[in-house]
């Protein structure tokens, strides 16, 4: 588990077969699932295409907030997420706080924060969790998957440099 080389103490694991393409009904039902058993205080998302689309279908089905792509984070004291994102067109930033209901939720924009070093740090412990679908119950197919690289439109959010060129520029 790489997460461990980042100092993570748990690493929540649901292995299922229908879990391998990302559908939003069966991610969203893993997850709410592993919430329910779990109850954690805070659930971090990121703010990508998937990130988004499970989040909010997450919120939804666990009746929480969710603040959404979220350009900084905090925790107050008394464990109150205070989830900082752009309004107004990026002019304004605002702190949101979930007040009265768990788990808080929000999405993070890449690259908010830093990547820590790795450490040397031992294993962890790998909590499996059991969670199981029949693909008969999702209502959504994966007929095909195009990579990133056979997609038209590459993924910029991503790119540690991007190089553009064209006219007018000498």
């Not at 009746?63 to 997420?81: E, I, K, Q």
């Not at 690259?111 to 119950?137: A, L, T």
Request: hydrophobic share 40%; with cysteine.
């Amino acid at each position: 588990a790489e997460a461990f080389a980042y100092d993570a103490d748990l690493v929540y694991l649901v292995e299922e077969p229908l879990l391998t393409d990302y559908r939003n009904e069966p991610f969203t039902k893993a997850l709410t699932d592993l919430v329910a058993a779990y109850k954690p205080e805070i659930l971090l998302l990121g703010a990508t295409t998937l990130g988004r689309d499970l989040a909010g279908s997450v919120a939804t089905t666990l009746l929480t907030g969710l603040t959404a792509d979220c350009t900084g984070l905090d925790v107050d004291a008394d464990g109150s997420l205070a989830a900082t994102r752009p309004t107004f067109g990026g002019s304004l930033l605002c702190t949101i706080y979930t007040l009265n209901c768990r788990p808080q939720m929000a999405t993070v924009r890449p690259r908010v924060m830093r990547m820590p070093q790795r450490s040397n740090k031992p294993i962890g412990r790998i909590i499996r969790h059991d969670w199981r679908m029949c693909e008969e119950e999702i209502v959504t197919k994966v007929v095909d998957f195009l990579s990133d690289g056979q997609s038209e439109n590459a993924n910029l959010a991503y790119a540690d440099v991007v190089v553009a060129g064209g006219l007018g520029l000498g």
